[in-house]
């Protein structure tokens, strides 16, 4: 089990660590020691599983949109020559570079 601070306000996990090195006192006093008032924050016990389904359920658009851009296998500079008509490309490298360029303009 991990011990995790999370903002109810977000949903964000702020900090997590295995249960044994985070014990409860420590998990209060890094909310506290910032000037944060402890009822802003909750903090529990979860397996790594669950935290990391916190997390994603916790991101923003902004954030679910900028990983889907850095999960795309063509880097921007290419993109940019594709777009300038200096390099031609296959049939999959089309499909790929397409759907970066719809994504792209779908930014939040």
Not at 15 to 42: C, H, K, Q
Not at 71 to 99: C, H, P, V, W
Request: aromatic share 8%; glycine share 4%.
């Amino acid at each position: 089990m991990d011990r995790y601070v999370k903002e109810v306000s977000t949903g964000k996990i702020l900090i997590s660590m295995e249960t044994d090195s985070f014990p409860v006192v420590n998990a209060e006093s890094f909310v506290t020691s910032r000037g944060w008032n402890l009822s802003d924050y909750e903090i529990g016990e979860k397996t790594s599983d669950d935290l990391d389904a916190l997390r994603l359920s916790a991101r923003t658009s902004t954030e679910v949109w900028e990983a889907d851009m850095g999960n795309f296998k063509l880097s921007r500079e290419t993109e940019d020559l594709i777009t300038a008509g200096s390099l031609t490309m296959n049939e999959y490298q089309k499909t790929i570079y397409d759907a970066k360029v719809a994504r792209r303009a779908e930014k939040p």
